[in-house]
């Protein structure tokens, strides 16, 4: 108002109110008054009734130099499970890329206690996946940075991401859209604060998300110790097949390569089993929650299934109440968990996500998976699996008769003989909310 005062005042500096200069000077007051307050909508709040959704979609806001260095996107510790950090990670990535900045190197929570804060025991990017190595892999679609090259002059604008019912999908986009103009598209650094932000809103199709899982190669350390426990499993293999002794060289060569075996992420630990039956209730299905027994039955009437084999079973040891898991098997399956194999002094050294991780590896490389189709473990490896039969030339693997390797399929679903339904991912799919939050839709 004082500015305003001094037009309709002053003789000699500025002209009177009515002249063209003052009345250009007021429109432009209002103009960025107005402005102020939009942006205050979309960063602190929207009006309950904007609830329309928006359609998810690929967006492509990279230069033709491909993403920008010298702008960037941080965001908070990422929280929870190996996949579901994998799934936030994603997210995060595709949010810096539709604002085409780099994303500073985030860190991971090497522990699974998501809710006391201070026992999240923060583990950095680059001690699990290959930082040089994911930007090799994603060059031109999406970019990490370290936090040094940040030249810090410019400053960081904080973004609030909402969370809860009323913080729509729509809502989360136009804010995003707002990030990428100016004056926000001005800071160096944009800062994404909120409650695990990148745990719930998402916006782009399975192919993108696909596109950033395969850039995650393991650092050597954890990839060495992966390696070790496929070839205790695959020399467990030899042995029940009966194949002489053979030297060294054999042992790490192709004759090892060439046993196989399965793999069975097997969900009946007690924390498990405590979540499924609530979503059962909630849901009102009844294909989520599968006993030992089902499991055991079900990946025994695997059709075709070669035997003798070995199974591999990746459970949870620590959160498991049933000591009984490697009884009650088909005859021609031989179960092996991680003391049985001789592999438990490999995992006690790691804390829950490096152990998370070694297990993956081990199921994502077996002959056949078989997994629950509501656990975000399983659904990844699916994912991954999916695109390794695509690249092969396989378009589906869904019928019975179908003989490709990596197969994988749902125990918690039944299939054909009493044994678990063939999945696949639809990498066609808009969206990964169906791997993100679990489902039944296995594309099979």
Same mark, same amino acid.
């Given at each position: !108002?004082?500015?305003?005062?001094?037009?309709? $005042?002053?003789? %000699?500096?500025?002209?009177?109110? $009515?002249?063209?200069?003052?009345?250009?000077?007021?429109?432009?007051?209002?103009?960025?008054?107005?402005?102020? /307050?939009?942006?205050?909508?979309?960063?602190?709040? @929207?009006?309950?009734?904007?609830?329309?959704?928006?359609?998810?979609?690929?967006?492509?806001?990279?230069?033709?130099?491909?993403?920008?260095?010298?702008?960037?996107?941080?965001?908070?510790?990422?929280?929870?499970?190996?996949?579901?950090?994998?799934? /936030?990670?994603?997210?995060?990535?595709?949010?810096?890329?539709?604002? &085409?900045?780099?994303?500073?190197?985030?860190?991971? $929570?090497?522990?699974?206690?998501?809710?006391?804060?201070?026992?999240?025991?923060?583990?950095?990017?680059?001690?699990?996946?290959?930082?040089?190595?994911? &930007?090799?892999?994603?060059?031109?679609? %999406?970019?990490?940075?370290?936090?040094?090259?940040?030249?810090?002059?410019?400053?960081?604008?904080?973004?609030?991401?909402?969370?809860?019912?009323?913080?729509?999908?729509?809502?989360?986009?136009?804010? #995003?859209?707002?990030?990428?103009?100016?004056?926000?598209?001005?800071?160096?650094?944009?800062?994404?604060?909120?409650?695990?932000?990148?745990?719930?809103?998402?916006?782009?199709?399975?192919?993108?998300?696909?596109?950033?899982?395969?850039?995650?190669?393991?650092?050597?350390?954890? /990839?060495?110790?992966?390696?070790?426990?496929?070839?205790?499993?695959?020399?467990?293999?030899?042995?029940?097949?009966?194949?002489?002794?053979? $030297?060294?060289?054999?042992?790490?060569?192709?004759?090892?390569?060439?046993?196989?075996?399965?793999?069975?992420? !097997?969900?009946?630990?007690?924390?498990?089993?405590?979540?499924?039956?609530?979503?059962?209730?909630?849901?009102?299905?009844?294909?989520?929650?599968?006993?030992?027994?089902?499991?055991?039955?079900?990946?025994?009437?695997?059709?075709?299934?070669?035997?003798?084999?070995?199974?591999?079973?990746?459970?949870?040891?620590? #959160? #498991?109440?049933?000591?009984?898991?490697?009884?009650?098997?088909?005859?021609?399956? #031989?179960? @092996?968990?991680?003391?049985?194999?001789?592999?438990?002094?490999?995992?006690?050294?790691?804390?829950?996500?490096?152990?998370?991780?070694?297990?993956?590896?081990?199921?994502?490389?077996?002959?056949?998976?078989?997994?629950?189709?509501?656990?975000?473990?399983?659904?990844?490896?699916?994912?991954?699996?999916?695109?390794? !039969?695509?690249?092969?030339?396989?378009?589906?693997?869904?019928?019975?008769?179908?003989?490709?390797?990596?197969?994988?399929?749902?125990? &918690?679903?039944?299939?054909?003989?009493?044994?678990?339904?063939?999945?696949?991912?639809?990498?066609?799919?808009?969206?990964?909310?169906?791997?993100?939050?679990?489902?039944?839709?296995?594309?099979?």
């Amino acid at each position: !108002m004082g500015l305003l005062s001094n037009c309709k $005042s002053s003789k %000699v500096l500025v002209p009177p109110l $009515s002249s063209i200069a003052c009345k250009c000077f007021a429109l432009v007051i209002i103009v960025l008054v107005l402005r102020a /307050a939009f942006i205050s909508t979309v960063y602190g709040g @929207f009006q309950p009734n904007q609830i329309a959704m928006s359609p998810n979609f690929s967006l492509s806001y990279t230069s033709e130099y491909g993403i920008r260095k010298d702008k960037f996107v941080e965001v908070p510790q990422i929280v929870w499970g190996l996949n579901n950090q994998k799934i /936030a990670f994603a997210r995060a990535c595709l949010t810096a890329r539709m604002l &085409n900045r780099t994303l500073l190197m985030p860190r991971l $929570s090497a522990s699974l206690f998501y809710k006391e804060i201070d026992l999240l025991q923060p583990i950095s990017f680059d001690k699990v996946f290959q930082f040089e190595r994911f &930007n090799s892999l994603c060059d031109g679609f %999406v970019r990490l940075g370290y936090y040094s090259d940040v030249s810090n002059q410019t400053g960081a604008f904080e973004v609030q991401k909402g969370s809860g019912r009323r913080w729509t999908i729509q809502r989360d986009m136009d804010q #995003l859209r707002q990030s990428s103009q100016d004056p926000i598209d001005r800071y160096e650094v944009i800062r994404i604060t909120g409650k695990n932000p990148f745990l719930w809103h998402d916006h782009w199709p399975v192919k993108d998300y696909a596109r950033i899982f395969e850039c995650l190669v393991l650092v050597h350390e954890i /990839a060495r110790q992966a390696d070790k426990v496929i070839n205790k499993i695959r020399e467990a293999g030899r042995e029940v097949k009966g194949k002489a002794e053979a $030297s060294r060289h054999d042992l790490e060569g192709h004759q090892l390569q060439s046993v196989s075996y399965v793999a069975v992420h !097997m969900r009946i630990e007690k924390d498990w089993m405590i979540h499924c039956k609530k979503l059962e209730q909630r849901l009102n299905v009844n294909q989520i929650c599968s006993s030992k027994a089902e499991i055991t039955e079900r990946v025994g009437n695997i059709l075709g299934l070669k035997t003798p084999t070995v199974v591999y079973l990746a459970v949870a040891d620590v #959160l #498991l109440e049933d000591s009984s898991i490697v009884s009650g098997w088909k005859e021609g399956l #031989l179960p @092996f968990e991680k003391k049985k194999l001789g592999v438990d002094g490999i995992y006690k050294k790691y804390p829950y996500l490096i152990k998370s991780a070694i297990d993956y590896e081990v199921c994502l490389r077996a002959d056949v998976f078989v997994g629950n189709s509501y656990s975000t473990f399983s659904s990844l490896i699916v994912l991954e699996r999916t695109q390794k !039969m695509l690249r092969m030339g396989v378009g589906n693997s869904c019928g019975s008769g179908t003989d490709v390797r990596w197969p994988s399929y749902a125990y &918690n679903i039944p299939g054909e003989s009493k044994g678990p339904q063939r999945w696949m991912t639809n990498m066609d799919d808009s969206s990964l909310q169906a791997i993100s939050f679990g489902s039944n839709l296995i594309s099979c």
